[in-house]
């Protein structure tokens, strides 16, 4: 079959060989794909796989040899799903690679906010620490974590190994779940209505899919029942923060922080409120990107094409 991967410089940018999905079939690999080729590129291929190149409903008309579309990641919104279950084609994606990579990055973004290790780096190499002539200095709040409310937002697989890191650092663990299941085995935990969670937590992170029933969910309304000490972290979709709301909250003190992996438009533009707020950290959704999580993302997603090719897909989403 005629394999066409869209935008693989993200999974392989020299270091995750497509040997694996290179083995299921006559493979061509774009690193990007810009809208207007999108067609001309996957014409006759039977198997298209795109991690963020949208495929909508009058570019998979355009598509009649196109049989299976494999995501190259967890989300799957970049797929007309409902057009593509017109068309008999089948729409698989790779729901678990990078659980403890984003739950970790999670942490870090944490312990950088309590501690701001690369902010005391740069004042040492400033001569901050040498002028102030005591054996040790700071310029920021540090804090410890043990004892502090962690908030989940969505307590699937990631929201889950989150809870466990937080657990292991001392914390309370508060989290909400549209089917909250069995609850974890340690303790302190508590089952909590999302309201309370942002009332609550010292920490929320967010962890859910993005829809269109929580779109901008995090805004200013949520934003004031927050601890004014109290810090965001958001690896999930950046769709579910207003971030013109979110800027002035932390511009006006009225929460301590921010983390985000995550934005509503990737990469984002210059004038991106963000940018200029207070007490903002950013990242270039980098949480899901160790070379450990996108091997295993290349070997589903080469077990995704083989079950297809097999006639028994598996991890199908329409």
Same mark, same amino acid.
């Given at each position: 079959?005629?394999?066409?991967?869209?935008?693989?410089?993200?999974?392989?940018?020299?270091?995750?060989?497509?040997?694996?999905?290179?083995?299921?079939?006559?493979?061509?690999?774009?690193?990007?794909?810009?809208?207007?080729?999108?067609?001309?590129?996957?014409?006759?291929?039977?198997?298209?796989?795109?991690?963020?190149?949208?495929?909508?409903?009058?570019?998979?008309?355009?598509?009649?040899?196109?049989?299976?579309?494999?995501?190259?990641?967890?989300?799957?919104?970049?797929?007309?799903?409902?057009?593509?279950?017109?068309?008999?084609?089948?729409?698989?994606?790779?729901?678990?690679?990078?659980?403890?990579?984003?739950?970790?990055?999670?942490?870090?973004?944490?312990?950088?906010?309590?501690?701001?290790?690369?902010?005391?780096?740069?004042?040492?190499?400033?001569?901050?620490?040498?002028?102030?002539?005591?054996?040790?200095?700071?310029?920021?709040?540090?804090?410890?974590?043990?004892?502090?409310?962690?908030?989940?937002?969505?307590?699937?697989?990631?929201?889950?190994?989150?809870?466990?890191?937080?657990?292991?650092?001392?914390?309370?663990?508060?989290?909400?779940?549209?089917?909250?299941?069995?609850?974890?085995?340690?303790?302190?935990?508590?089952?909590?209505?999302?309201?309370?969670?942002?009332?609550?937590?010292?920490?929320?992170?967010?962890?859910?899919?993005?829809?269109?029933?929580?779109? *901008?969910? &995090? @805004?200013? #309304?949520? !934003? %004031?029942?927050?601890?004014?000490?109290?810090?965001?972290?958001?690896? +999930?979709?950046? *769709?579910? &923060? @207003?971030? #013109?709301? !979110? %800027?002035?909250?932390?511009?006006?003190?009225?929460?301590?922080?921010? +983390?985000?992996?995550?934005?509503?438009?990737?990469?984002?533009?210059?004038?991106?409120?963000?940018?200029?707020?207070?007490?903002?950290?950013?990242?270039?959704?980098?949480?899901?990107?160790?070379?450990?999580?996108?091997?295993?993302?290349?070997?589903?997603?080469?077990?995704?094409?083989?079950?297809?090719?097999?006639?028994?897909?598996?991890?199908?989403?329409?």
């Amino acid at each position: 079959m005629k394999i066409v991967v869209l935008d693989g410089h993200t999974l392989n940018p020299g270091d995750n060989s497509w040997d694996p999905v290179a083995a299921q079939g006559e493979l061509t690999v774009y690193d990007r794909t810009p809208s207007h080729l999108i067609v001309e590129r996957a014409a006759g291929a039977e198997i298209v796989l795109t991690n963020k190149t949208p495929l909508d409903g009058p570019t998979l008309a355009a598509l009649p040899a196109l049989r299976f579309i494999a995501v190259l990641a967890t989300g799957y919104n970049v797929v007309d799903l409902a057009s593509a279950r017109r068309q008999g084609i089948a729409v698989s994606n790779v729901p678990e690679y990078g659980t403890d990579s984003v739950a970790q990055h999670v942490m870090a973004l944490l312990l950088a906010f309590v501690h701001r290790p690369e902010r005391h780096n740069r004042l040492i190499r400033q001569g901050e620490w040498q002028r102030c002539g005591d054996f040790c200095f700071w310029n920021a709040p540090l804090i410890e974590l043990a004892g502090k409310r962690m908030g989940i937002v969505g307590f699937g697989r990631i929201g889950r190994r989150v809870g466990e890191l937080a657990h292991a650092l001392g914390m309370e663990v508060l989290a909400c779940n549209t089917s909250p299941g069995t609850p974890p085995g340690y303790q302190p935990f508590a089952w909590r209505p999302m309201e309370a969670i942002f009332a609550e937590a010292d920490i929320v992170s967010l962890h859910c899919p993005l829809g269109a029933n929580n779109q *901008g969910m &995090v @805004n200013r #309304q949520r !934003l %004031a029942t927050m601890k004014p000490n109290a810090l965001l972290i958001n690896t +999930a979709r950046g *769709g579910l &923060v @207003n971030e #013109q709301d !979110l %800027a002035d909250a932390l511009n006006e003190g009225r929460i301590a922080g921010a +983390a985000l992996d995550v934005l509503t438009v990737e990469p984002p533009p210059e004038e991106t409120p963000l940018f200029a707020a207070k007490n903002c950290l950013i990242t270039p959704h980098i949480a899901w990107a160790t070379l450990e999580a996108r091997r295993r993302l290349m070997e589903i997603t080469a077990a995704n094409i083989a079950a297809f090719q097999r006639g028994a897909p598996i991890h199908v989403v329409n």
